[in-house]
């Protein structure tokens, strides 16, 4: 079972900046994908941001060139870097990894943490 600790969130003061990191406790290579979503109160969970094993990246319109995700597969993390927040941003951030098999997607989920965007 993939544990996934996620790290980073707190409160932010809009056009602030946070950074959010996750750690696996396997290697990351071995996820087709890691994602990060995130879910407001009352909301669907969105996806947020993805990189792939090769290194591709793709976003979410509402966060494209404010959000930037990065992986470091030595130190099994994943990482999201947060600029210019925006009081829209606020929700609970989940990381994810996700694996296709030829059965199904077999996805893993760490336990969320908090980003709050407020003056």
């Known amino acids: 079972q993939v544990q996934l600790v996620e790290s980073g969130g707190g409160l932010v003061q809009p056009g602030g900046s946070l950074r959010l990191s996750c750690a696996a406790s396997?290697?990351?290579?071995?996820?087709?994908?890691m994602n990060w979503y995130r879910q407001a109160p009352g909301e669907q969970r969105e996806l947020v941001a993805t990189?792939?094993?090769?290194?591709?990246?793709n976003y979410a319109d509402s966060v494209k060139g404010r959000f930037t995700i990065s992986r470091d597969n030595a130190k099994n993390t994943v990482s999201l870097e947060m600029d210019s927040l925006k009081p829209e941003d606020t929700a609970v951030y989940y990381c994810?990894?996700?694996?296709?098999?030829?059965?199904?997607?077999?996805?893993?989920w760490g336990q969320g943490t908090q980003v709050t965007v407020s003056s």
């Open positions: 994810n990894t996700r694996i296709y098999t030829p059965s199904g997607v077999r996805d893993h």
């Open positions: 396997e290697d990351i290579f071995s996820f087709n994908e």
């Open positions: 990189i792939t094993n090769g290194g591709s990246t």
